[in-house]
């Protein structure tokens, strides 16, 4: 199943089209871009531990290492961006045939956030004086929870660059009947501004610097929810546009220990304030998913410094997300019917059983039997039927208890840096061992 939505989202064909499209400076030659992103994809699948790795394992690679690593480190970021747009596109018609709900119907949401990848190994020989942390870069991404799929991006490689900024071009394809939501970092003028030219509504959480407001109306009477009370007001900015200003009024403040959120938009008044401040909830599933790609992908590979490299690294993994989601949507779709309400898949286990089968195949199977051609009926019903031979048990989700609250007073760097015994204070808490 894997396999197929790979070949359907970033067929080597289609791969090397997109990048005698967007290429500037590269050029084609013994290597193509597809062989890069195929062992890319086998490292942010974890089924090979590095980018080494995989082009050692790899029969037919036609270059030396070095020369792979130099292509590598000089992949174009806009070339990027053109294929985790480009295979979004690809699988959403298979999305749509397996199933999917709108959040707020009517209206495609678009979430917007920024990633910054962690500090890199100083492998570089101008970063081995540095004391500082060496920063390869950022991305921009959209996310589309309809969906689950990551359906743009934007990656910069100036780790100290303006994400404000960096978004401008993603707005850029905004159009009528996108709602775009996003955290109090992008609440300025240009980002709302450019959201609205293009037609597009925005929820977006306003921050304490915030644009100079010219005109403000009466606040309406609050409204209660379910977490508090909710307000709202007209409010008037530079340039005659009048947007809407929703106050919720939390019961429990939040872990930052804020007990009021407020939010701009310029949606219209079909859509209650009760609905927007429930709506900016959404934006919570791209931290989600950032997490998910951490946690169950190699997104973060420190060993690439160079940030071209470790930017495509990244682009990788997002790719990777995109495919096992839609396995995921295969997987719950196939088993509905028979498991309780409220089952889901795990993108983790999923990964899991992926990994554990991949070298199987490759040792048990022939490789004119490894590429599956898609039957006539398509490929959404041909992952139904193959979804059907997978364990519901062994690839569910488990649900997380409630969280336990931990202290966070100031401590000593002495007692951050203390160790401990931990069978000793098991036996002081009088605490069985398992």
Not at 31 to 49: N, Q
Not at 103 to 126: T, Y
């Amino acid at each position: 199943m894997a396999k197929l939505v790979l070949e359907q989202a970033v067929a080597a064909e289609w791969v090397d089209q997109v990048f005698e499209e967007h290429r500037q400076r590269q050029y084609p030659r013994e290597l193509l871009f597809s062989t890069i992103i195929e062992l890319m994809s086998l490292v942010s699948l974890g089924l090979r531990p590095s980018l080494h790795a995989a082009a050692r394992q790899m029969e037919d690679l036609p270059v030396s290492l070095a020369a792979l690593y130099d292509k590598v480190s000089r992949t174009e970021p806009a070339l990027l961006r053109a294929l985790v747009t480009g295979s979004a596109q690809r699988l959403a018609p298979t999305i749509q045939e397996l199933g999917c709900s709108a959040i707020l119907p009517g209206w495609q949401l678009r979430v917007v956030d920024g990633n910054h990848l962690p500090s890199s190994e100083k492998r570089l020989g101008a970063l081995r004086r540095e004391r500082g942390a060496a920063r390869p870069g950022f991305s921009v991404v959209v996310y589309d929870p309809d969906l689950d799929q990551v359906v743009d991006l934007q990656p910069c490689e100036d780790a100290y660059a303006s994400e404000r900024v960096s978004v401008l071009p993603l707005l850029e394809k905004a159009t009528a009947g996108q709602l775009w939501m996003a955290d109090r970092l992008y609440c300025t003028l240009p980002v709302m501004e450019a959201c609205e030219d293009a037609g597009a509504s925005f929820i977006i959480r306003e921050q304490s610097k915030h644009p100079r407001l010219l005109k403000e109306s009466d606040w309406q009477e609050p409204v209660p929810v379910a977490t508090g009370s909710v307000r709202e007001q007209t409010i008037e900015v530079k340039g005659g546009r009048q947007w809407r200003r929703v106050e919720l009024n939390l019961q429990n403040p939040t872990e930052s220990g804020d007990t009021t959120l407020s939010f701009w938009s310029n949606l219209p008044d079909t859509i209650s304030a009760e609905q927007i401040a429930d709506l900016y909830r959404r934006r919570w599933s791209i931290e989600g998913m950032f997490q998910r790609l951490e946690s169950v992908l190699d997104s973060e590979i420190e060993t690439l410094g160079n940030p071209k490299a470790a930017l495509l690294g990244f682009a990788s993994a997002v790719l990777a997300y995109n495919v096992l989601s839609v396995l995921k949507r295969s997987v719950e779709q196939a088993h509905c019917q028979t498991q309780p309400e409220g089952w889901e898949a795990s993108i983790f286990h999923l990964t899991v059983q992926v990994r554990s089968g991949y070298e199987g195949m490759q040792i048990a199977l022939p490789p004119e039997h490894l590429s599956l051609p898609i039957p006539a009926g398509g490929l959404a019903q041909y992952l139904l039927t193959l979804a059907r031979n997978v364990q519901p048990k062994a690839v569910a989700k488990s649900k997380r208890g409630p969280k336990v609250l931990k202290s966070k007073e100031w401590l000593e760097g002495k007692a951050v840096n203390a160790h401990v015994s931990t069978d000793r204070v098991l036996k002081a808490a009088k605490v069985k061992r398992p």
